[in-house]
């Protein structure tokens, strides 16, 4: 399908097609799961998780691998990401928890997963010519914007009714997915 492209960014674009489909297992899950009326319970919907898992898992060697690229090349040294995802994963796990008294569950750490994800993957697309500086920094823009808005339902999630937390839960995962194919689509067709 990306027989055209370098190895990494073929990495790269192909992580991204298996996130979206982590997404859409996890969506799935979602939306049986935590159904205002009629929610269905345990292994029914549970097993649309391990499909979720293993695209995830996959998505995230795939865009590690293909993002993997000379420093000098880079806009941003990869350690500084990996570093500042462990910062702001560690300071947002102690404000949510101790300062906001929220529940940590695991979408916090696939907020700021993912985050780092999409900073690895648009260095990685930057460093190999695929995208400009001014396309990648917007692109950390508009990560950083989404991983705000996937913050704000993560923290709203448990002082929403029923309804309106399961529309809530659902925004990350949409935001996500729109993220990758919109990544996808603006390298390949910016060819």
Request: hydrophobic letters at 55%.
């Amino acid at each position: 399908m990306f027989s055209q492209y370098d190895l990494q960014t073929r990495q790269m674009l192909t992580g991204n097609l298996l996130l979206v489909g982590c997404c859409v297992f996890y969506l799935a899950w979602w939306l049986i799961a935590f159904k205002p009326e009629g929610a269905i319970k345990g292994l029914k919907g549970g097993w649309l998780l391990l499909p979720a898992f293993l695209l995830g898992l996959a998505a995230v060697v795939q865009i590690v691998r293909g993002s993997n690229v000379d420093s000098q090349t880079a806009l941003l040294p990869r350690s500084a990401v990996l570093v500042g995802g462990i910062v702001a994963y560690a300071v947002l796990l102690a404000a949510t928890s101790i300062l906001l008294k929220r529940q940590v569950t695991t979408e916090l750490f696939l907020i700021v997963g993912w985050t780092v994800l999409m900073f690895l993957e648009v260095n990685g697309l930057f460093a190999l010519g695929q995208y400009s500086k001014g396309m990648s920094i917007g692109y950390l823009v508009v990560t950083v914007v989404a991983a705000i808005v996937s913050l704000v339902c993560y923290l709203l999630y448990y002082h929403l009714d029923s309804v309106k937390g399961y529309v809530d839960g659902m925004i990350p995962l949409l935001l996500v997915a729109v993220m990758m194919i919109a990544v996808t689509v603006s390298v390949v067709y910016s060819r």
